[in-house]
């Protein structure tokens, strides 16, 4: 397992825009995923934006195209999360988490064992 450790959350107004990141202790596995979640009341914990580290392969949800923006620092052994244009509905705590065999992208929680402790983000309207 490869520990995770997110942070970078805040409280914004509607319109702007946060950056948060996931420090990644350890080495990732050929094949392994590193996604980003987020936790409503309404919604559960749901899958937004993932990559592929070995590929750099990208995948994301709808709701956040061509707002949210997932990128791998190597170097630095960190995955990072751009959030432009926030609305309300964006309100979470936001997870980065791991998984292996990431042959297809992966949305769904249950496929991740790895996880961070999460990083409260709150846009008001």
């Known amino acids: 397992q490869v520990p995770l450790q997110e942070s970078g959350g805040g409280s914004v107004q509607a319109g702007g825009s946060l950056r948060l990141s996931c420090r990644v202790s350890?080495?990732?596995?050929?094949?392994?995923?590193l996604d980003w979640f987020r936790e409503t009341p309404a919604k559960g914990r749901e899958g937004i934006e993932g990559?592929?580290?070995?590929?750099?392969?990208?995948y994301y949800i709808r709701a956040v195209e061509g707002r949210f923006t997932i990128t791998l620092d190597g170097s630095k052994n960190t995955l990072y999360l751009d959030m432009n244009k926030l609305k309300s509905e964006d309100s979470g705590m936001y997870f980065c988490?791991?998984?292996?065999?990431?042959?297809?992208?992966?949305?769904?929680?249950?496929?991740?064992?790895?996880w961070g402790l999460g990083t409260q983000v709150t846009v008001s309207s």
């Open positions: 988490a791991s998984s292996p065999d990431c042959w297809l992208p992966k949305f769904s929680a249950s496929e991740f064992p790895t």
């Open positions: 350890g080495d990732l596995e050929h094949n392994d995923c």
């Open positions: 990559s592929r580290p070995d590929t750099r392969l990208s």
